[in-house]
């Protein structure tokens, strides 16, 4: 495989990893913890898994809806300012989340809370394309996709130890209060983020998201970044439940579970970040989509199992579903151009929540549980899905790993041109 050059970070550059990297810590946070606390809501609300699974799935249908309707005119501001405005927005709708005692609230806490949540992934991705060359991205996702792990390794841990001892309400304040510090961080030291003003055409808003969605090469990282989504979240929801109440695994157990997981991410991520700016982000990508669904359908067919192979079990499938996230983004990043890319962004993510939320909901419509406490059924049935819409989505990411390269070499002085500019991140 050729190596590339590996080009350093500056001191600034940095610093907007690490703010970006916790504001995904919280809002990736608040997403994870409704798995975890799953089995608790649904013995505590008498929730059937179909209705649990469109509780997960608001959050992200209320997201994809957000995207869209922000498109149109995500490239028109400074990125900071948008960044801050949905982040207290994220911020008001977890703390209702926590407010939430009966279905209907938590339903609508959980919309609210994606309305603003699931556009701060997309604002984070556009600043990441403005700030930083294409050979940096790996990493900087790497170092982005490590919220995932920390989530795991800190944040769902801490969160379950509190919603076993005071509730399950607890978590989202305790998320909500760490989003508040954050907040006045972004404030204090992310500067403006405006270079994309100096290329914009005078459009509307709403012609403006048109333009985008015409773009056939966008529509191809749209369709990509879907079914990667619908892949990747279909066990999310249940997988506490499955681990209780098929293999076993007690309440105490379950945040040691989730710390050992999140562990073994926050190791991967970075590794597979730097390998992906030195070799093929799509050879990768395959390796790691090829290995998660050997491990998708191993696990999903489990039953009574012992506490350590479980463990062993999930730090497997998390490698693999880790190690496709980072190249996957790293690619999706280089498909706009600088003046598309804050829709594009807004609009990706809107494909990636609304996908999502689909998996959600028909996860919840495949498993089925008999009553409180006895096993899920059909849980496999998830697995040999996952496998059938992994194959696909490794087509589709091929595609967009083609044009990309075909992009490259088209406008050799325009990429370059690009590179040089967002790589001077100010």
């Known amino acids: 495989m050729k190596q590339q050059e590996i080009i350093p970070f500056t001191g600034y550059q940095k610093l907007v990893i690490f703010i ?53 005119f995500a490239d028109k501001f400074d990125r900071k300012k948008l960044l801050l405005f949905f982040y ?19 339903l609508a806490a959980r919309i609210i809370t994606g309305l603003f949540g699931g556009v701060i992934g997309s604002i984070s991705m556009a600043i990441i394309t403005d700030l930083f060359a294409l050979q940096q991205r790996g990493r900087v ?28 309400e607890m978590p989202f304040f305790l998320t909500a209060a760490l989003a508040g510090i954050i907040a006045v961080v972004i404030v204090l030291q992310l500067k403006p983020v405006t270079a994309h003003l100096l290329v914009q055409h ?14 056939r090469d966008y529509r191809i990282g749209f369709a990509a970044t879907a079914l990667l989504s619908i ?62 669904m050997v491990m998708c359908v191993l696990y999903t067919n489990l039953s009574v ?13 998390m490698m693999g579903v880790m190690s496709r996230m980072v190249p996957s983004s790293a690619l999706t990043s280089a498909v706009p151009d600088m003046e598309d890319r804050g829709a594009f962004m807004s609009i990706n993510a809107s494909m990636q929540q609304i996908a999502g939320g689909v998996a959600a909901a028909a996860a919840g419509m495949i498993v089925v549980q008999q009553s409180k406490g006895s096993p899920l059924h059909h849980y ?47």
């Not at 997201?63 to 869209?68: R, T």
């Not at 996702?141 to 399950?168: D, E, K, R």
Request: hydrophobic share 55%; charged share 10%.
């Open 88 to 106: 207290l927005g994220f911020i008001a709708g977890t703390v209702l989340c926590g407010m939430s005692h009966t279905y209907p609230l938590l």
């Open 202 to 215: 005078d459009r509307s808003a709403f012609v403006h998201l048109l333009h985008t969605v015409a773009k």
């Open 141 to 168: 996702m790497g170092f982005i996709q490590m919220g995932f792990g920390a989530s795991q390794v800190l944040g769902v841990p801490i969160g379950l130890y509190l919603a076993n001892h005071f509730g399950w």
């Open 380 to 426: 496999d049935t998830v697995g040999y899905v996952i496998v059938g819409i992994s194959v696909c989505s490794i087509f589709l990411m091929g595609r967009v790993n083609s044009m990309i390269n075909r992009k490259i070499k088209d406008k050799p002085a325009a990429v370059k041109l690009d590179d040089v500019v967002i790589s001077e991140g100010f």
């Open 20 to 72: 970006l990297a916790l504001t995904q810590f919280t809002v990736i946070l608040d997403f994870m913890i409704m798995s975890p606390l799953g089995d608790m809501l649904m013995k505590s609300m008498s929730l059937k898994p179909s209705a649990f699974g469109i509780a997960v799935s608001a959050y992200a249908f209320s997201a994809g809806i957000s995207g869209l309707l922000t498109a149109g």
């Open 305 to 317: 199992t012992p506490f350590w192979l479980v463990v062993i079990f999930n730090i497997l499938m």
């Open 231 to 292: 892949g990747g979240f279909m066990m999310m929801p249940f997988g506490s439940a499955f681990a209780i109440n098929n293999l076993h695994v007690t309440y105490q157990q379950l945040p040691v579970l989730f710390m050992i997981a999140g562990i073994s991410s926050l190791i991967v991520m970075p590794l597979i970040g730097r390998l992906s700016d030195k070799v093929s982000k799509f050879k990768i990508f395959t390796a790691a989509t090829v290995w998660m």
